[in-house]
């Protein structure tokens, strides 16, 4: 038995100056507004909408835990609601970097995801019924999710 994965949109997410709340007992936590932007792939493609947010905790051993809640809108205006959850870490170099809001290069550290997709849409109903995986790119001012399904 094997999987393969199937890329199903990029999308990038405009991000605001996060809000620090602060040393909160487990670690630093972040609240990273989600402004807007735009995802493409084959057969979808669209707008992100405002008003989401990614959860950040960033943990006493450099971890950050990221959990972005926001609606995706398809051109032909089909919402679609994402809840995605995953892990940054690399040298703290670079992760103290990425948090300063710099730029750094591609690949030298690891962000990945589980999104889950939600719509009301049979068109689109195949993203309530599949597993997916997210691999990101922070810069300063926004966030590249490539999105893959697995198969």
Known sequence: MSMNLKHIFTANIHVDDPIEVGDVGTGIRRVIPITGGTFSGPGIKGIVLPGGADYQMIRYDGMTEALAHYTIQTEE????????????????????????????????????TAPLFETGSEEYAFLN?????????RRPSDVQMKFYQVL
Do not use: A, L, M, T
Not at 129 to 137: C, D, K, L, T
């Open 77 to 112: 205006g089909v919402p679609i609601y994402v809840v995605n959850k995953g892990y940054r870490h690399g040298p703290k170099e670079i992760i103290d970097r990425i948090i300063q809001g710099e730029e750094v290069p591609i690949g030298s550290y690891y962000f990945k």
């Open 129 to 137: 019924r599949n597993i997916f995986v997210g691999e990101g790119i």
